[in-house]
């Protein structure tokens, strides 16, 4: 339980959470869903003496169609995500990434932002995003605008390129080009649970372009090269090869509670496999 006192702040536009976050930089703490935040000060892995919340600032909650990509508020929670007819038609590995976040409570209270800005390796939007080719909008009263992509964003276990006095705006996810395919899947023990590990990839139809990315393996999501690997289509021959790809880019994976390294990298290359023939098996539609 929560013990001791804590200064509670809830600003209705951006510029005053920008405000508060460039006052107390390191000793001030963000609520956006607060289904990261509230468990650990439950458990007192985080005890924070001040907080401020976004949840007034409704600029962060839209969804947009900004021609080539979608502009995604980081409020926007993970129940629209899943369900916002723009992202499932342009970002559908995204969607399907909503749509398998925790459960129900979880789906409806949490936002894509915080979850990105928590940087859980086994969360599900980072292998989509990473595939996608995201770009991570960050701002600050006294730094303004910058944009990161998803290699320069995630940084390690938990840990972001995101400074103290910024906030995590916007992710700007490209739109999948007409005949491409994507898919999302995620391996884990207990429907709701954080993943064992999770795959997103994005194809083309003509084998020009192919981008796959894992989580779970590493501190990090884990891009994997599989460009050369569908020029003659993704037959049987391509997808084990982007098994075997999945399973060496995975060299750094650790064990946990879960499962060990050595399990973790084996349930990459399976779930490389499946996601490619997924994604592949929707391409020219």
Not at 113 to 130: F, K, Q, T
Not at 171 to 187: E, N
Not at 208 to 215: E, F, K, M, T
Not at 226 to 233: D, E, F, V
Request: with cysteine; proline share 5%.
């Amino acid at each position: 339980m929560i013990s001791t006192e804590i200064e509670f702040s809830a600003p209705d536009t951006l510029a005053g959470v920008l405000e508060v976050l460039a006052e107390h930089e390191y000793d001030v703490t963000v609520l956006s869903g607060g289904m990261s935040l509230l468990p650990m000060m439950n458990l007192g892995l985080a005890t924070p003496e001040r907080v401020v919340s976004l949840n007034r600032v409704d600029s962060l909650t839209s969804v947009t169609d900004g021609g080539a990509e979608l502009l995604i508020g980081s409020r926007v929670r993970h129940v629209q995500i899943a369900s916002d007819p723009l992202i499932a038609r342009h970002c559908p590995a995204l969607a399907a990434a909503a749509a398998r976040i925790g459960d129900v409570q979880v789906r409806n209270r949490g936002t894509i932002g915080g979850s990105i800005s928590h940087a859980d390796p086994s969360a599900d939007y980072l292998p989509a995003l990473v595939a996608s080719g995201a770009t991570i909008v960050l701002e600050s009263s006294s730094g303004g605008r910058r944009e990161l992509s998803t290699q320069e964003f995630f940084i390690d276990l938990m840990f972001t390129a995101r400074q103290p006095s910024e906030l995590v705006t916007e992710i700007r996810v490209p739109k999948l080009r007409a005949g491409w395919g994507a898919a999302y899947i995620r391996f884990a023990r207990v429907e709701g649970s954080f993943a064992i590990v999770n795959a997103a990839a994005v194809l083309s139809p003509d084998s020009s372009g192919a981008a796959l990315a894992l989580g779970g393996v590493g501190p990090r999501p884990v891009p994997v090269d599989i460009s050369a690997l569908g020029g003659s289509g993704w037959d049987d021959d391509a997808v084990e090869a982007a098994g075997d790809a999945a399973f060496e880019a995975s060299a750094g994976a650790s064990g946990d509670p879960m499962s060990d390294a050595e399990y973790k990298r084996e349930m990459a290359r399976v779930y490389a496999r499946r996601v490619v023939r997924a994604a592949a098996a929707r391409t020219g539609t």
